[in-house]
């Protein structure tokens, strides 16, 4: 049961431009999303997060759009630069549930110079 | 501020032999502490948390077992390897709900 789930396991952009990646989940108890962005033989890094109460969250290049009707978020990175490229997971968590994370499969984003 | 540490990075195990791996987080007290693991082009999959010393949840059957003998120490563990356990285990903690979890460098666990 894939309670989130990124469908696009990969993703090619040209530096500068707009980089959008997707999640969806399915688990209504879900009030907390968070987007890590992982290097190859390295840990995850947080990136940025967002409430439920919430529909969008900003930090820098990096914004993120909670569609709660639709249990949908995305991940907005302007301008996209060749250092972005990495593998990107979301996650959720229920603060009913001790907050434990439940990660998504990962997308591979790639920012061609 | 606070730190993770988590050793060994890579380590090559014979099936049927133990395993320990540590995880040790400075700078905060009473984390929560968590064992994932991440197989080869799959997402992290939760294997064990704990919300304080000697408090350990499984969330999935398996050949290992976790420990939290200090507050801020968090061990797993098992008595013989299985080919199936190779894998990247991350550990990572944070400071309780809603809050992000901060991740270790990994281990990268290959069994032979």
């Known amino acids: 049961d894939q309670q989130v789930k990124q469908n696009s396991p990969s993703l090619s952009v040209q530096e500068g431009r707009i980089s959008i990646l997707n999640c969806d989940y399915t688990n209504s108890m879900f009030d907390y999303f968070l987007w890590y962005k992982k290097y190859p033989a390295e840990g995850p890094t947080f990136l940025i997060s967002i409430s439920s109460i919430k529909d969008k969250n900003e930090d820098g290049r990096f914004t993120v759009f909670l569609n709660k009707s639709a249990k949908h978020l995305s991940l907005h990175i302007v301008p996209s630069q060749p250092g972005d490229s990495a593998v990107y997971f979301c996650?959720?968590?229920?603060?009913?549930?001790?907050?434990?994370?439940?990660f998504g499969q990962g997308t591979t984003l790639q920012v061609k110079p | 501020s606070q730190t993770i540490h988590q050793w060994p990075a890579t380590l090559v195990q014979p099936v049927g032999s133990p395993l320990s791996l540590e995880c040790t987080v400075e700078?905060?007290?009473?984390?929560?502490l968590y064992w994932y693991r991440q197989a080869a082009g799959r997402g992290l999959q939760l294997l064990f948390y704990s919300v304080g010393i000697g408090q350990i949840s499984s969330e999935v059957p398996q050949n290992l077992s976790a420990s939290r003998p200090q507050d801020r120490q968090f061990i797993l563990s098992s008595k013989k390897l299985l080919l199936s356990d190779s894998g990247f285990y991350l550990c990572a903690w944070n400071g309780g709900v809603n809050q992000p979890q901060h991740f270790g460098d990994g281990t990268r666990l290959s069994i032979l």
């Open positions: 700078g905060t007290s009473n984390p929560n």
């Open positions: 996650a959720a968590s229920a603060s009913s549930n001790t907050g434990k994370l439940i």
